[in-house]
């Protein structure tokens, strides 16, 4: 494991990096040389297309179709109402969050994969405002992802109690983290920028000021090691669409600690949730631990496909994974910065591997039509307003000549006015 | 379609029904004039099984496993991100919003897809809440399915703002619908008896107080005609797993009428439901409409497989269908009550088929017991506790054969003890 990780970067007097472009022979070098590189073979990948977008929906493994066809033919053609308890669907929840505990230093039975993650999120926050009575204030970034904000204020309207969601600047969290603050909101990886906070340090100063802390791991289960556990973290929520490639809309996850599972009655409580739900007792009995947050009957397609998804991970050391991750990160902002000098692209992510989550972005006035232009060129980022194109490394499908080579056409779409065609102005739905 | 509406029975002195049996030719005759009939051949029905628990989980129409496979391997595998906008993932919601609304009596535009019938019950009781936030009952039936109960009784446990929910008897309804009353939350045909509420006159009534009206449809939609824009209903929910055949844990739905659609905020807020959602604004400002219903990510391929199996019902006259239930369950009633004579089976349903919904329900003290044995015989139906052995009609699937045979085997499970064998004692996890 070298060679890479310093992948031509010289600083100069002033500090900012000076960049030099690899040669195809380095980068060839650093791909026979990848450790995780047999792990594309497990992934539907289309030919004549560099995915940089696995940070907003991970590919195709192979191993989904198989199994959701087994799960539709078998279990539920076949079996009927028998698939509940015959083909374990009853179980799917916890048997889909252990797998995801395990990305995410959880302790088996922690975790259950259920609804979305606004809904989840939804859940933690209720839970732990009813742990903080006595506080008000929500303490998150205002640059978090909307829907995170959306739950906090859909949830502080809906309890009319006088709570707040105070938005303050990520460099401000630390110093607006006092003893009014009841919860901690924060997404471990900026959605933007990719920028991360660190989750151990952040967690210890809200229990030091009394609060409890939630994380959004929605850009970071999958994409590096997280340790909630070793954290401290009292609540966690994640997607399973991007790094855990469960397909569009697959289910969401939530971690509560284990001191806090038992100590919460649900919000949200449905019969999933319930001690016993096939007693159908009019009256609701919280579940032990972490059962308590299922709400609703379980989505067995969608947890199928998901389930099959994670069983990518099960011989994969996550350290290997951050390692190349920073390396492909690191390749593509010196290729970029080594051959594009203009002045309309300028990098929005730390340029610290270590201070970055699985994805680098480039602030870019026309990055709309730029990554349009892009798409069309073969190279799949995406856009996030107001003039972000973002970039995600998911290192077990991307090789290093696939990186080197869509900094190559990145700037061949910027450097020939490529992105000027009218055609890539016209907005789509979905950005 | 005559010859099966007074399926055998004879009014007595006292005016309890004796029963008759139906002979071979009769039932043959039935069957021939079905104008349903041609619709089994669109679902997957395994061989050697009755199965009348398709109120319980739908089976398995035929065009879904295709349309799953094509929204995986070719929406998911080969466009990737691109599937939001090119196979229109985004819109799906609303696209099967819209398919359920014509079975449902909604305007287009009025329901949506997405989230378990418990997250959408929690939106429907915490909008109709806010619609009349001076008043504090959440009136329900006593015996309604626990899920609903343990929504309302989360929701009332997180407000802590003295709301309560009041529990009577289906009979007491009428008389506890005061104006005192915030929300009236009922499901239409009841889980364990089918015993069908009057949507339309209970909720006048509740408008008349001053109250609104949540029905639960998950036992209604896809069974019978619902209209729920003649009854006036304020808000209805239900599953798309049941007589939709959706598949296991198949997203649910949510109507709201078009008067209240745009005045309610969301207590449930999450990006998918705002006015743009790719704006990424950092302040929740509901969408128009239904679409504020949305939170999270819909769950792209179990919707893909409600909105295949939905299309089942496109060339359906529900009228028909409605028929033919009060057939099967006449027919069904008729066939056990005139083989078997034993203290032990005791009809639960609503002799008149107007008052039932799709499904007969006997009393059964040993009920668990003789529906694994009668499971094991190849007739599936499901057990609800305490004593309630539950058949549910799907017409869509179901041969008047199919049934009279189905009410042979289960009175030779009772008449011959088979039911006493110890395996069948043996509880599953789910029932």
Redesign the interface.
């Known amino acids: 494991m070298d060679g890479w990780d310093k992948p031509g970067h010289d600083e100069t007097e002033n500090g900012v990096a000076k960049v030099q472009g690899m040669t195809p022979d380095q980068i060839s070098a650093l791909d026979a040389q990848d450790p995780l590189r047999a792990k594309r073979a497990e992934f539907?990948i289309?030919e004549g297309?560099i995915?940089l977008?696995g940070n907003?929906?991970g590919?195709?493994p192979k191993a989904?179709?198989q199994r959701?066809?087994h799960a539709?033919?078998d279990?539920?053609?076949?079996r009927?109402?028998?698939?509940?308890?015959e083909a374990g669907?009853?179980?799917l929840p916890r048997k889909v969050g252990d797998k995801i505990a395990r990305l995410i230093g959880a302790a088996p039975g922690t975790v259950i994969a259920a609804?979305?993650?606004?809904?989840n999120l939804?859940k933690a926050l209720?839970a732990a405002l009813?742990l903080r009575r006595e506080r008000k204030i929500i303490l998150s970034d205002?640059?978090?992802?909307?829907?995170d904000?959306?739950?906090a204020?859909?949830?502080v309207?809906?309890?009319?109690?006088g709570h707040e969601l105070k938005?303050v600047e990520a460099s401000e969290i630390h110093d607006a983290l006092d003893e009014r603050v009841a919860v901690l909101m924060l997404t471990e990886a900026d959605y933007r920028t990719g920028q991360l906070y660190d989750m151990r340090a952040l967690t210890a100063r809200a229990h030091k000021m009394g609060a409890l802390a939630i994380w959004d791991l929605c850009h970071s289960a999958g994409a590096f090691p997280v340790d909630v556990t070793g954290a401290g973290a009292d609540f966690a929520v994640g997607?399973g669409?991007k790094y855990l490639n469960g397909?569009?809309?697959?289910?969401?996850f939530i971690y509560v600690a284990p001191q806090h599972a038992s100590a919460v009655?649900?919000?949200?409580?449905?019969?999933?949730?319930?001690e016993a739900?096939?007693?159908?007792?009019?009256?609701?009995r919280p579940g032990p631990g972490i059962d308590r947050m299922l709400?609703?009957?379980?989505?067995?397609?969608?947890?199928s496909?998901l389930d099959a998804a994670l069983d990518v991970f099960a011989d994969v050391d996550m350290r290997l994974v951050r390692e190349k991750s920073i390396a492909l990160g690191d390749l593509f902002i010196a290729e970029v910065e080594h051959q594009y000098a203009g002045a309309d692209l300028k990098l929005a992510s730390p340029r610290d591997g270590a201070k970055r989550g699985s994805q680098v972005s480039f602030h870019c006035a026309h990055g709309y039509e730029a990554m349009q232009a892009l798409?069309a060129a073969g190279v799949?980022g995406?856009f996030?307003?107001p003039d972000i194109m973002r970039f995600g490394f998911t290192p077990l499908t991307l090789s290093y000549r696939e990186v080197a080579d869509a900094a190559s056409i990145l700037v061949r779409v910027l450097s020939e006015g490529e992105w000027k065609k009218p055609q890539y102005a016209v907005r789509?739905?979905?950005?």
């Not at 205002?142 to 829907?147: E, V």
């Not at 379980?298 to 947890?303: G, N, Q």
Request: hydrophobic content about 45%; aromatic content about 14%.
């Open positions: 539907h289309p297309l995915y977008d907003s929906l590919p195709l989904v179709p959701v066809c539709i033919e279990e539920w053609g076949r009927l109402i028998r698939g509940w308890n669907w009853i179980d609804d979305s993650t606004s809904i939804l209720s009813e205002a640059k978090n992802f909307p829907t904000l959306y739950v204020q859909g949830l309207r809906g309890l009319a109690r938005l997607c669409y397909g569009p809309g697959a289910p969401a009655s649900p919000f949200l409580a449905g019969w999933m949730g319930h739900p096939f007693d159908f007792d009019p009256f609701y709400v609703g009957t379980p989505a067995v397609l969608s947890l496909a798409i799949i995406d996030r307003a789509a739905k979905v950005t």
